[in-house]
T-cell receptor
């Protein structure tokens, strides 16, 4: 079975500090990993994806994520947090076995404190 | 946002009534999806479509049906709404890739309340 875990419901970070939002996954087949962000009363917006290749993936708004196959993780990072980064973040996984079906984590609420 | 609209955006209905939610895309993407979002559960797939008249069940399909008669429209029907179906419903679209899996793009959501 495919699954995604986001172990932290809430992450608080001071503005200007680096941020990390954690994601681990379990899939059969080769994993395809995605991060999305959701602002209040909005749909999800795509941030970045890992399909193959370089383990460090860069995406929108200065975010990046590192694929770690041995730890089955895909943590989202940003070197310097902005107050405007405060939102709900979702990790999602698909695989070579599940095709275009995505499995989402339960989300992590990020608050950047001024 | 990608060219995805959902209607209605808000709906309040009573238990036992039928409800249909509509998703419309202007991107000509092959794949369309219906998710529900609930606190503590993230997004869960209800049904998806991989082409006109081609649909399949997701992990929480009980009590829901879908139809796709045109590439641009994907309808979600609750035949007899229950309070457990109170949720925010999101439509998403995805492009078919050449051996790769492409990201999905999401609509603005429909907030459904079943009293």
């Amino acid at each position: 079975a495919q699954s995604v875990a986001q172990p932290e419901d809430q992450v608080n970070v001071a503005e200007g500090n680096p941020l990390t939002v954690k994601c681990t996954y379990s899939v059969s087949g080769n994993p395809y990993l995605f991060w999305y962000v959701q602002y209040p009363n909005r749909g999800l917006q795509f941030l970045l994806k890992y399909i193959t290749g370089d383990n460090l993936v860069k995406g929108s708004y200065g975010f990046e994520a590192e694929f770690n196959k041995s730890q089955t993780s895909f943590h989202l990072k940003k070197p310097s947090a902005l107050v405007s980064d405060s939102a709900l973040y979702f990790c999602a996984v698909s695989s070579s076995n599940t095709g275009n079906q995505f499995y989402f984590g339960t989300g992590t609420s990020l608050t950047v404190i001024p | 946002d990608a060219g995805i609209t959902q209607s209605p955006r808000h709906k309040v209905t009573e238990t036992g009534t039928p409800v249909t939610l509509r998703c419309h895309q202007t991107e000509n993407h092959r794949y369309m999806y219906w998710y529900r979002q609930d606190p503590g559960h993230g997004l869960r797939l209800i049904h998806y479509s991989y082409g006109v008249k081609d649909t399949d069940k997701g992990e929480v399909s009980d009590g829901y049906s879908v139809s796709r008669s045109k590439t641009e429209d994907f309808l979600l029907t609750l035949e007899s709404a229950t309070s457990s179906q109170t949720s925010v419903y999101f439509c998403a679209i995805g492009q078919a890739g050449q051996g790769d899996i492409n990201e999905q793009f999401f609509g603005p959501g429909t907030r459904l309340t079943v009293l």
